[in-house]
């Protein structure tokens, strides 16, 4: 137990150059995840939360539960979708970063759809009105709420990162693990785990937990900055 | 004669799933100056004003405004709804849909925040400003957009004595400046020192509208009398009247 604990750290210290580049891809992978899923998802969330329409009861549920999609089942139904014979087949992207990207973009999109129209749907009860009073346009109007909603949306922004970043089912399925390709933290940690590489196994996961902290530190300057300055 | 003038409100009814809020409720306001808007809670005083500004549709009847409808109005709220942003973004915003000059905007904001003593606040959040603050932006807010026909739901509700004098100074001063102004207040001494005319809601119908002194010391309708010994705080109104 003490030879792998200081084992770790010497191979954190040296940064491996192993541990380096699997980082480096996980974050890349996550990144363009919550990216594609805040250019698709706040958009979505917030017409749902500003506009009326038949069905969009339903349509709000079906966005909370998809929220908790497991996913390893995302990563098998993107599986499905671009295995060679599968309708995205022909992009030839299976066991590809882009892949996992495509996998966890389905994950995080609807966690950020959902918690982007709790979010706007507030201010939207606290400002709608006053906005529809002053003739702004439907479009000007959720313009409006959303750039007033910016800083809460961070916390949706994060959660996603979170999911996305730690999360092993989907990128597992779809990327396959390959060494040096689509290894990512997670799939590394559980394999060196089961290897018995204990010490690279934990050097990744202080990694991880590392630029966790990390990302949700500077979202949580940004939110205090932000209250100071805007109220 | 005011763009905003008469306002005639026929037969209005309006409906929610299982509740008649409003009932065909009848009105005609013709003259110019400050009409008040009283009555118990949930009398449809709140609904009344939305209907009036457009926010919410008849289920019944029709809501004329002026010879063609035409008229400007703003709408200013219990509660003041601000954006995070600066306090003269907040303004900046009202004046959008009014595709004015550049120039003509900032002129409008500047003249605006000064007439409610915020110009030195310009730059400031608007989130960060005290309640009686934020109410004088929410009015230098519709003032910037001069308005024809200026609803206020109780704006001076939850403000402080000082406060209150001073937005009921800035709401004469346009009443005086020509724009017609529909209030909604349960602040009878308010009402009795700003309103030319009131109009008594019960129950979702108009159940009396007169002259304001006529209608708050010689009620013809046991309605409106009922309200009135309820709600009347006698000796500050007394003093103030
Ligand atoms: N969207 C709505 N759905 C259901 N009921 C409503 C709705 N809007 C208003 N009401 C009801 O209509 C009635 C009148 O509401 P309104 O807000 O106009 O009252 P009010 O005269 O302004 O009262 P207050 O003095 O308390 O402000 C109330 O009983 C209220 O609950
Ligand atoms: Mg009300």
Same mark, same amino acid.
């Given at each position: 137990?003490? +030879?792998?604990?200081?084992?770790? #750290?010497?191979?954190?210290?040296?940064?491996?150059?192993?541990?380096?580049?699997?980082?480096?891809?996980?974050?890349?992978?996550?990144?363009?995840?919550?990216?594609?899923?805040?250019?698709? *998802?706040?958009?979505?969330?917030?017409?749902? $939360?500003?506009?009326?329409?038949?069905?969009?009861?339903?349509?709000?549920?079906?966005? !909370?539960?998809?929220?908790?999609?497991?996913?390893?089942?995302?990563?098998?139904?993107?599986?499905?979708?671009?295995?060679?014979?599968?309708?995205? =087949?022909?992009? =030839?992207?299976?066991?590809?970063?882009?892949?996992?990207? $495509?996998?966890?973009?389905?994950?995080?999109?609807?966690?950020? &759809?959902?918690?982007?129209?709790?979010?706007?749907?507030? &201010?939207?009860?606290?400002?709608? +009105?006053?906005?529809?009073?002053?003739?702004?346009?439907?479009?000007?109007?959720?313009?409006?709420?959303?750039?007033?909603?910016?800083?809460?949306?961070?916390?949706?922004?994060?959660?996603? #990162? *979170?999911?996305?970043?730690?999360?092993?089912?989907?990128?597992?399925?779809?990327?396959?693990?390959?060494?040096?390709?689509?290894?990512?933290?997670?799939?590394?940690?559980?394999?060196?785990?089961?290897?018995?590489?204990?010490?690279?196994?934990?050097?990744?996961?202080?990694?991880?937990?590392?630029?966790?902290?990390?990302?949700?530190?500077?979202?949580?300057?940004?939110?205090?900055?932000?209250?100071?300055?805007?109220? | 004669?005011?763009?905003?003038?008469?306002?005639?409100?026929?037969?209005?009814?309006?409906?929610?799933?299982?509740?008649?809020?409003?009932?065909?409720?009848?009105?005609?306001? &013709? /003259?110019?100056?400050?009409? @008040?808007?009283?009555?118990? !809670?949930?009398? *449809?005083?709140?609904?009344?004003?939305?209907?009036?500004?457009?926010?919410?549709?008849?289920?019944?009847?029709?809501?004329?405004? *002026?010879?063609?409808?035409?008229?400007?109005?703003?709408?200013?709220?219990? %509660?003041?709804?601000?954006?995070? $942003?600066?306090?003269?973004?907040?303004?900046?915003?009202?004046?959008?849909?009014?595709?004015?000059?550049?120039?003509?905007?900032?002129?409008?904001?500047? %003249?605006?925040?000064?007439?409610?003593?915020?110009?030195?606040?310009?730059?400031?959040?608007?989130?960060?400003?005290?309640?009686?603050?934020?109410? %004088?932006?929410?009015?230098?807010? $519709?003032?910037?957009?001069?308005?024809?026909?200026?609803?206020?739901? /109780?704006?001076? &509700?939850?403000?402080?004595?000082?406060?209150?004098?001073?937005?009921?100074?800035?709401?004469? +001063?346009?009443?005086?400046?020509?724009?017609?102004?529909?209030?909604?207040?349960?602040?009878?001494?308010?009402?009795?020192?700003?309103?030319?005319?009131?109009?008594?809601?019960?129950?979702?119908? @108009?159940?009396?509208?007169?002259?304001?002194?006529?209608?708050? #010391?010689?009620?013809?309708?046991?309605?409106?009398?009922?309200?009135?010994?309820? /709600?009347?705080?006698?000796?500050? #109104?007394?003093? @103030?009247?």
């Amino acid at each position: 137990m003490h +030879e792998t604990l200081s084992d770790t #750290f010497s191979r954190l210290a040296s940064l491996d150059r192993e541990v380096f580049a699997i980082a480096w891809l996980s974050l890349r992978v996550s990144l363009s995840a919550v990216l594609i899923g805040c250019l698709v *998802g706040i958009p979505l969330g917030s017409l749902v $939360a500003v506009s009326r329409f038949p069905g969009r009861s339903g349509a709000v549920g079906l966005l !909370n539960a998809a929220m908790g999609l497991p996913p390893v089942i995302v990563g098998l139904v993107v599986y499905l979708l671009l295995s060679r014979s599968g309708p995205l =087949g022909p992009l =030839g992207i299976l066991f590809t970063p882009a892949a996992m990207v $495509a996998a966890q973009s389905v994950l995080v999109t609807p966690l950020i &759809a959902a918690l982007t129209r709790q979010i706007v749907a507030d &201010a939207e009860a606290h400002l709608g +009105e006053q906005l529809r009073s002053l003739r702004l346009s439907a479009w000007r109007r959720a313009g409006i709420l959303i750039f007033d909603v910016r800083f809460s949306l961070l916390t949706a922004v994060l959660a996603a #990162f *979170g999911r996305a970043i730690s999360e092993i089912g989907a990128v597992l399925v779809v990327g396959g693990n390959i060494d040096g390709f689509t290894r990512t933290m997670t799939t590394a940690i559980s394999l060196e785990t089961q290897k018995g590489d204990l010490a690279l196994a934990l050097a990744l996961g202080l990694v991880l937990i590392g630029l966790v902290i990390l990302v949700s530190m500077a979202a949580s300057l940004l939110r205090a900055y932000a209250a100071r300055a805007y109220g | 004669m005011s763009p905003a003038l008469p306002i005639r409100l026929e037969r209005l009814a309006y409906r929610v799933p299982g509740k008649t809020i409003l009932d065909c409720l009848e009105a005609t306001i &013709a /003259e110019p100056g400050i009409t @008040a808007l009283i009555g118990p !809670n949930g009398a *449809g005083k709140s609904v009344t004003l939305r209907l009036i500004d457009g926010l919410l549709t008849p289920s019944e009847g029709t809501i004329r405004i *002026g010879a063609d409808g035409s008229a400007r109005r703003a709408f200013v709220f219990q %509660r003041p709804a601000l954006v995070r $942003a600066s306090v003269s973004r907040n303004v900046a915003l009202a004046l959008e849909p009014l595709a004015l000059s550049r120039r003509e905007r900032t002129s409008r904001i500047e %003249r605006a925040l000064a007439r409610v003593g915020l110009r030195g606040r310009a730059g400031d959040p608007a989130t960060k400003l005290s309640g009686g603050e934020q109410q %004088r932006l929410a009015l230098a807010r $519709a003032w910037a957009t001069e308005p024809q026909l200026l609803l206020l739901d /109780e704006p001076t &509700a939850s403000l402080d004595p000082a406060a209150t004098e001073a937005l009921e100074a800035l709401v004469a +001063e346009m009443a005086g400046g020509g724009t017609k102004i529909l209030i909604v207040s349960h602040n009878l001494g308010q009402v009795a020192r700003l309103a030319d005319d009131v109009v008594v809601l019960d129950a979702g119908r @108009a159940v009396e509208h007169g002259p304001t002194r006529q209608v708050l #010391f010689h009620p013809r309708t046991a309605e409106a009398r009922a309200y009135l010994k309820g /709600e009347l705080p006698w000796t500050s #109104f007394a003093a @103030a009247s």
